[in-house]
């Protein structure tokens, strides 16, 4: 398989487009009709830009591959809320993408919030991720970040919908793969192109320092998570075995630099699992680690995968966010509705038990219609309160 991801029309930043059709000889309205058509129609191939006189899509098509990404399973949780997507990339890579919907109180539409992977597998190794688990396969490009974004935008408009946010936290580490990412974000919030507002990102890391360093001298809005998971260093590389002997307090100290050059706080992520990091000893040591810090704390009871890592009971997380809330922290839990159909970052891939929604049955299928108010797992902790 390829390690070199494929390049399309979907990794080329509004001015490029620019270039490329100057570069082609042709008036520069056409840039504007290319780019409107990708960012507003959503095709699913090149033929689809119509506006193009032929010969255009021709001259496209010879330097372009034009690859959206091939749905090859779909998964809806019972409430519908949580719709799971299984997506094939142009040389066979599978990645998953999930839609999580909420209702906005006041609005029409639904908050829709699209979790995107930015690598095929992870290399960081967190024992409890199923992603982590299979390892790394290869980074994926900005094209096909944004086209996982176009592919969920598609199937909402066909229900009169739109992607009102965007979370990298499907799979692999967003900054481990930094200059695809922040091309991935430029694509999405340039209002040339997707037109997002950048505070309605939110990328997660799992705490790569130089990544977060660099992601606050971009000039971007975009929020901030860091995967914390323990207030310990020993017990927080036991969990993250990839992590430096120091990433506790180094991750601490980064959350800090980027609030005073964001002005952003920044969410920790807290997988809670039964017998390792969710005592109440713990959550008084995370509280005087981060006690001072502007920060928000997301507890996530964790997903259980095959690593045999289980789920505190409900008990156990209310005692841990008890002691967080007692002491003035800003916390929530992240109630988990994605489970039962392995909602949690790389699952789907690695869990044949799920009941798998077959191609003909596609067409059947419900979009996530929108009632209750739950969310699945990895599910945007930071851009809920935005
Ligand atoms: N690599 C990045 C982003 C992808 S993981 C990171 O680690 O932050 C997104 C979130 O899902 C992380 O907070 C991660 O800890 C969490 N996660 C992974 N596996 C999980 C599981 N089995 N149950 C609950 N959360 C999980
Ligand atoms: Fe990678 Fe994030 Fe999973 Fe850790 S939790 S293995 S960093 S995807």
């Known amino acids: 398989m390829s390690t070199e991801p494929i390049r399309t029309l979907y990794d080329l930043l509004p001015d490029e487009i620019d270039q490329l059709v100057a570069g082609l000889g042709l008036p520069a309205y056409r840039a504007k009709q290319i780019l409107q058509s990708l960012y507003r129609e959503y095709p699913t191939s090149l033929d689809e830009l119509r506006q193009l006189p032929l010969l255009v899509r021709d001259e496209l098509a010879a330097q372009y591959a034009f690859s959206p990404a091939e749905e090859v399973r779909r998964v809806v949780s019972e409430d519908g809320?949580?719709?799971?997507?299984?997506?094939?990339?142009?040389?066979?890579?599978?990645?998953?993408?999930?839609?999580?919907?909420?209702?906005e109180p006041g609005e029409r539409h639904p908050r829709s919030t699209v979790c995107v992977s930015t690598q095929a597998g992870c290399a960081m190794g967190c024992v409890f991720c199923a992603t982590g688990q299979m390892g790394f396969e290869r980074n994926l490009s900005a094209g096909e970040i944004v086209s996982q974004v176009i592919h969920v935008a598609r199937l909402l408009k066909a229900n009169g919908e739109h992607v009102t946010n965007v979370v990298f936290m499907g799979m692999g580490e967003p900054l481990a793969n930094y200059a695809e990412t922040i091309r991935a974000v430029r694509l999405l919030t340039d209002p040339r192109a997707f037109g997002l507002g950048q505070r309605h990102i939110t990328i997660s890391t799992v705490g790569v320092i130089r990544g977060i360093d660099?992601?606050?001298?971009?000039?971007?809005?975009?929020?901030?998570?860091?995967?914390l998971h323990s207030p310990d260093e020993a017990l927080r590389q036991q969990l993250v075995p990839t992590a430096g002997p120091h990433s506790v307090q180094d991750i601490v100290s980064a959350a800090r630099r980027y609030f005073t050059a964001t002005g952003r706080r920044v969410t920790f992520e807290y997988a809670l699992i039964a017998g390792?990091?969710?005592?109440?000893?713990i959550a008084r040591k995370l509280v005087a680690l981060l006690r001072g810090t502007p920060t928000h704390i997301n507890l996530i009871p964790v997903n259980p995968t095959a690593g045999g890592y289980g789920?505190?009971?409900?008990?156990?997380?209310?005692?841990f966010e008890k002691v967080l809330l007692d002491a003035g922290m800003n916390c929530t839990v992240r109630v988990e509705k994605g489970s039962e159909i392995s909602a949690a970052c790389g699952q789907l891939r690695t869990d044949e038990a799920n009941t798998i929604i077959s191609l003909e049955e596609l067409s059947r299928a419900p979009v996530a219609p929108v009632h209750g108010h739950r969310q699945g797992a990895p599910a945007p902790g930071p851009s809920q309160s935005q």
């Open 81 to 103: 809320e949580t719709t799971k997507l299984l997506l094939r990339m142009s040389d066979g890579t599978l990645i998953e993408t999930v839609l999580m919907q909420y209702p």
């Open 311 to 319: 789920r505190p009971s409900r008990g156990r997380v209310l005692e």
């Open 214 to 227: 660099r992601l606050a001298a971009e000039g971007l809005q975009v929020g901030l998570a860091i995967s």
């Open 276 to 281: 390792e990091n969710d005592s109440p000893e």
